[in-house]
């Protein structure tokens, strides 16, 4: 069996050994002159332009509920109504006293002309007798009866005026009975159905969600804090929703907000998009993934952005690859940490295939979107061969 096994290692080494080594094998990419479409991608989600809550001032029991889900509304038109049999009682009771009031004011008044004709009657008296009669006690009682009359009469008022304000109160409140809808749109929610008791205390129940326009909508997205400088006003966008995968729908950035988001410790900030919805088939509420246009440089020199991250073998790695262990044990190439050099963000080394061999070049790159990167400057050229992988190394 030992010898069996020394024969095998002896045979194997033999055939590794006695196989011709090969060049490295590169995978290239040819340097282009083209067009760069720079695009920010980011998701959010479709709302209405504007929403409003309806909600509900009074408390009471729903009698009727007039619109469903879906259902077209006009500015005014009532959505439901809340049971007023109470406040109508109270009505009624505030207009018979009202009347109460007006009666006891009619009641009044009389009073007072009839204490300033016992007045007036005494003061003529006192006139035509030289200030002999009546005596003074009396014209003092008459004074006071008098002006104990004008305080009864404007207690009367008083009156008229509560009842009065008890019925326009009364009345308001069964105005509001009726829930109407405050802007012209389609009904999104409703929460509320008829019997059910509306409790109208620190906060108004919300009964129904009603959005305005939905033939022209907006998308907020969540913009990256690493993309948000490149986002402005103006600038035009695609996206696609889930419910139509083959379709793409345009729209244009309106605003972007300073506020940011910070979820999972990544932090994103707004964006909103106006969005055109004719046909109505973008509903509030669905998700979208878009691409928002924020630079478009024409006929620039381009490279494959695959090409930035290659780095080929150094000589000390290619005898490595042609030790014994490596015989023995042969795998797919692979490559290794060059010597640390100082580049600026924006020089980058890439490596030119010629004659079989790399070559280094240093260039200054600009954007980079969809797999390409602009090239600024640097000793290239169209049509040259870029490495971008090394594929395999056979022994």
């Known amino acids: 069996i030992i010898a069996g096994i020394i024969i095998l290692v002896l045979i194997i080494m033999v055939v590794l050994f006695s196989r011709d080594s090969s060049a490295i094998k590169y995978k290239t990419e040819e340097i282009k002159k083209g067009n760069l479409t720079v695009m920010v991608t980011a998701t959010g989600t479709l709302e209405a332009k504007k929403t409003v809550t309806v909600g509900s001032e009074l408390s009471g029991i729903i009698k009727t509920v007039y619109v469903t889900y879906n259902d077209r509304v006009k500015a005014g038109q009532i959505l439901a109504k809340i049971d007023t049999s109470k406040l109508e009682a109270q009505l009624a009771q505030a207009e018979a006293s009202l009347e109460s009031a007006k009666a006891k004011q009619l009641q009044a008044q009389a009073t007072v002309d009839e204490a300033l004709l016992k007045l007036k009657q005494l003061q003529k008296v006192k006139e035509l007798s030289g200030g002999k009669m009546p005596s003074q006690t009396e014209m003092d009682s008459a004074e006071a009866s008098y002006r ?67 033939t022209k909508m ?96 150094t000589e000390n790695q290619e005898k490595s690859e042609n030790g014994f262990i490596s015989k023995l044990l042969p795998g797919p190439p692979r490559s290794i940490t060059q010597k640390q050099e100082s580049f600026s963000k924006t020089e980058k080394k890439i490596w030119i295939l010629k004659d079989g061999k790399a070559y280094p070049v240093i260039l200054t790159i600009g954007e980079t979107s969809n797999g390409w990167t602009q090239v600024i400057s640097g000793d290239i050229k169209s049509g040259m061969k870029v490495i971008v992988e090394a594929v395999t190394k056979d022994k």
């Open 148 to 214: 104990r009359a004008l305080a009864e009469l404007a207690s009367a008022k008083a009156s008229i005026m509560e009842a009065q304000a008890k019925i326009k109160e009364y009345k308001t409140e069964i105005s509001k009975s009726f829930i109407r809808s405050p802007i012209r749109g389609i009904v999104l929610k409703r929460n509320v159905e008829p019997g059910q008791t509306v409790a109208a205390t620190l906060e108004a129940p919300e009964l129904f969600t009603i959005a305005e326009d939905l």
């Open 218 to 313: 907006e998308l907020h997205l969540n913009i990256d804090e690493a993309d948000v400088g490149k986002i402005k006003e103006g600038q035009r966008a695609t996206f696609k929703v889930d419910a139509y995968p083959e379709q793409t729908f345009d729209g244009k950035v309106i605003q972007v907000r300073y506020a940011s988001k910070t979820v999972s410790n990544v932090v994103t900030y707004t964006a909103i998009l106006e969005v055109s919805n004719p046909e109505l088939l973008l509903r509030p509420g669905m998700t979208a993934t878009a691409d928002i246009l924020v630079k478009e440089i024409k006929d620039t020199l381009l490279i494959p952005s695959s090409a930035l991250k290659f780095t080929p073998y």
